[in-house]
C-alpha cells in the first residue's frame, strides 16, 4: 500500500453552526460547504475547505457533530466539551487492498467498509493499534484529479 494524502482532519464539535463562525471569523476561512446530515454514522458533516498554490483541492477540516443521541462521537464530545481533534483520514487508491494490508499486520479495523461522507468507501483503524490516532482510510475519488 502507498499512502496518499492527507484528505481531512475530523473535528468533533457540539455544534457545527458555532465552528462554522470560528473558521470564518477567527481562522479566515473562505470556502465552507453547506452541512448536511449522515444518519447512518450518527454525525451531521460540514467541510472547510482549505486552498492550494496550484488550485487543486485542498486539505478539509471535516467538522462533525452528533445527529442524535445515538451519535458514536456522544462520548468523545462528552470528554472533550469544547469538541476537539478527532481523526485523521488518508487516502488510498484501492481500499481493498488497503484493508488487507493493514488486516496483515495485526491492526484492529472498527467495523465494516462503508460509504463516507465524501461517496468513496472508508474504515478506520483502532487508534491504540495506530499511534493514539483513530485514522481513517479513504479511496481517492475518482475523476477529481487530486
Ligand atoms: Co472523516
Given at each position: ?83 476537539g481533534q478527532h ?60
Amino acid at each position: 500500500m502507498k499512502l496518499g494524502r492527507l484528505n481531512h482532519i475530523g473535528v468533533a464539535t457540539p455544534s457545527i453552526a458555532d465552528s462554522i463562525a470560528h473558521y470564518r471569523e477567527t481562522m479566515g476561512a473562505t470556502d465552507i460547504v453547506a452541512a448536511f446530515g449522515l444518519p447512518e454514522q450518527g454525525v451531521k458533516v460540514c467541510f472547510v475547505n482549505t486552498p492550494t498554490p496550484t488550485g487543486m483541492d485542498g486539505t478539509q477540516i471535516e467538522l462533525i457533530e452528533p445527529y442524535d443521541e445515538s451519535s458514536p462521537i456522544n462520548g468523545f464530545l462528552a470528554k472533550n466539551p469544547l469538541g476537539g481533534q478527532h481523526h485523521v483520514c488518508f487516502e488510498v487508491e484501492d481500499i481493498a487492498a488497503a484493508r488487507e494490508w493493514f488486516e496483515g499486520q495485526g491492526k484492529r479495523i472498527l467495523g465494516p467498509t462503508r460509504i463516507g461522507a465524501h461517496g468513496t468507501p472508508i474504515f478506520f483503524l483502532h487508534p491504540k493499534d495506530m499511534q493514539g490516532i483513530l485514522t481513517e482510510i479513504m479511496e481517492t475519488p475518482k475523476g477529481e484529479g487530486h
